[in-house]
């Protein structure tokens, strides 16, 4: 088992900035990608970012292109989430989730994969 706890949200002006970050714990060496998702009342849910575990290669939203940032710290089992300029659009639950398999693979089905409980990031305008 892989348990994640998201911490670092926040309420911030629009142009602000977050950091949200993720504790990787339990069984790390299995984990093989990260991503980062959202979701706000009454949408459905949204892939933001997503990095490989180990070679660091990242795949990035269009709508946050530019904006975030997703990284990793693989040696003390931590995720990252740098949010730049942010938009009231932005304002959501995040989430960040771990898979077992390549990246692009456990992103069509990120449900197969271990999720954290979510870190709300508010943006007032």
């Known amino acids: 088992q892989v348990q994640l706890v998201e911490s670092g949200g926040g309420l911030v002006q629009a142009g602000g900035s977050l950091r949200l970050s993720c504790t990787v714990s339990?069984?790390?060496?299995?984990?093989?990608?990260m991503g980062w998702f959202r979701q706000a009342p009454g949408k459905e849910r949204e892939f933001v970012a997503a990095?490989?575990?180990?070679?660091?290669?990242?795949i990035i939203a269009d709508s946050v292109k530019g904006r975030f940032t997703v990284s990793r710290d693989n040696a003390n089992n931590m995720g990252y989430l740098e949010m730049n300029n942010l938009r009231p659009e932005d304002t959501a639950t995040y989430f960040c989730?771990?898979?077992?398999?390549?990246?692009?693979?456990?992103?069509?089905?990120?449900?197969?994969?271990?999720w954290g409980q979510g870190t709300q990031a508010t943006v007032s305008s």
């Open positions: 990095i490989s575990w180990i070679g660091g290669s990242t």
């Open positions: 989730a771990a898979g077992e398999i390549a990246t692009m693979a456990w992103l069509k089905r990120p449900e197969n994969g271990y």
């Open positions: 339990g069984r790390t060496s299995s984990v093989t990608a």
